[in-house]
């Protein structure tokens, strides 16, 4: 009887243990990774959006604010970004293939900040080229991989985390089990042997036994619940909305080199078509009918892109109505973009910066920091659902499996001094 207790504490500290390891490495290593390389590459699209705004502004003095908003902005994406860096530098200390990547990012990051001050200083739309086409060839790809691979890192944690769960339901059920089986057939022995109906003792600890094996299969189950709730109701969304976001602002700054750099002007329109597509996909659109297309997008099942893969995880309270502001107001921002083209056909190009750039109600710029608000509200939704789940699952992690460890050993305890009575009678 003792050894079956004694199985039982250990499996259910070592389950707790398990459960609290994996919490730890969710919330201090796994989600701030995925996070620091969402932010990376999101602080490196606005970037090189911000560049290009400085540029369109020129010496313009009508567009001064602009140019002095988007050196603001500039440098503020810049820190951010070596912020990152070095997060994501810290984090991958002791992994080769991790740190090889992080070093290249880095290096890079460097090459392109030199590329656009000398894109600034000189004033020349070729050399922003130069900057814009290492951001897209080499930057980007490297933090989209940083992204993809601490994810993919992060599902592997999510991926043990279940499997530990799953064999320490099993164990605890199986040890819980074979417990009570010889709770129950001492108490058979005890009744005709010294002619006892029950032992009060060996009663109570079955009953114990019996609410600590129950519990701790609930809290088994609990933890699953809350590890599903935190990645796939709640970190899935952030990251498919946080990279939305990057591409989000990577399409604005598409429309900033489109009026830009007019030599390419068909170029940056595709670029901003495909972008736009990735947000959010309308079948068979064309630059023309893109705008129009989103009319017939609701937030349901049948939406893809990054922002449809949200659309497809809708959860948490106020979620839906969120994932609404935000269609609708893409919607607005999309039929600015109409606007913009339509300036810069008919020759206003002037009107069409002033638009684009303009952060008045009903100018371009106004209505993308009204998507870009909706869309932020929308991540803090999920941000804070993960936080939530993430925080209750470590709070019982260890707390409720060494509660239950010391009820089985009280158990015990009950057993020996119910037996106490029975064994005097041998004196």
Request: charged content about 25%; overall charge neutral.
């Amino acid at each position: 009887m003792l050894t079956a207790c004694a199985a039982l504490v250990a499996v259910l500290v070592t389950g707790g243990l398990a459960a609290d390891a994996s919490w730890d490495a969710v919330r201090d290593h796994s989600a701030p990774r995925v996070t620091s390389a969402t932010g990376l590459y999101f602080a490196l699209n606005d970037m090189d959006a911000q560049i290009a705004n400085q540029l369109l502004a020129g010496r313009t003095a009508s567009l001064a604010g602009t140019r002095s908003d988007a050196a603001r902005v500039y440098e503020q994406r810049r820190v951010e970004a070596a912020g990152y860096l070095r997060d994501l530098a810290g984090a991958a200390a002791g992994d080769p293939e991790g740190e090889r990547a992080v070093a290249a990012a880095i290096a890079d990051f460097g090459a392109y900040e030199e590329l656009a001050a000398r894109a600034l200083a000189l004033g020349r739309i070729a050399e922003y080229r130069n900057a814009t086409r290492l951001m897209r060839t080499r930057l980007l790809p490297e933090a989209d991989a940083l992204v993809t691979g601490n994810d993919r890192a992060f599902e592997h944690t999510y991926r043990d985390a279940l499997v530990r769960e799953a064999r320490s339901r099993d164990a605890l059920l199986a040890s819980g089990l074979a417990l009570l089986a010889v709770l129950v057939a001492l108490q058979i022995h005890l009744a005709g042997r010294f002619r006892r109906v029950i032992n009060p003792g060996a009663a109570a600890a079955t009953l114990l036994v019996l609410a600590a094996t129950v519990a701790g299969a609930a809290g088994v189950g609990a933890q699953r619940h809350d590890l599903d709730v935190a990645r796939r109701d709640a970190f899935d969304s952030v990251l498919a909305l946080t990279r939305a976001r990057a591409v989000a602002y990577d399409a604005n700054a598409d429309e900033s080199r489109y009026l830009l750099d007019r030599a390419h002007a068909g170029a940056q329109e595709a670029a901003f078509l495909g972008k736009s597509q990735r947000l959010l996909r309308v079948p068979d659109a064309t630059i023309g009918t893109y705008a129009a297309g989103l009319d017939a997008v609701r937030v349901d099942d049948r939406a893809t892109g990054f922002l449809g893969d949200e659309f497809r995880n809708i959860t948490f309270p106020g979620e839906r109505a969120a994932a609404a502001r935000v269609l609708d107001r893409y919607r607005v921002y999309q039929r600015d973009d109409r606007t913009i083209r339509a300036l810069a056909r008919s020759g206003r190009h002037t009107e069409a910066v002033a638009y684009g750039t303009g952060y008045a109600p009903g100018e371009s710029n106004h209505d993308f920091a009204a998507f870009d608000a909706a869309l932020r509200d929308l991540i803090a939704i999920n941000m804070s659902a993960y936080k939530h789940a993430s925080a209750d699952g470590a709070r019982a992690a260890l707390p409720l499996p060494l509660g239950l460890a010391g009820g089985v050993a009280v158990a015990a305890g009950l057993v020996l001094l119910g037996l106490r009575p029975r064994l005097a009678e041998f004196r």
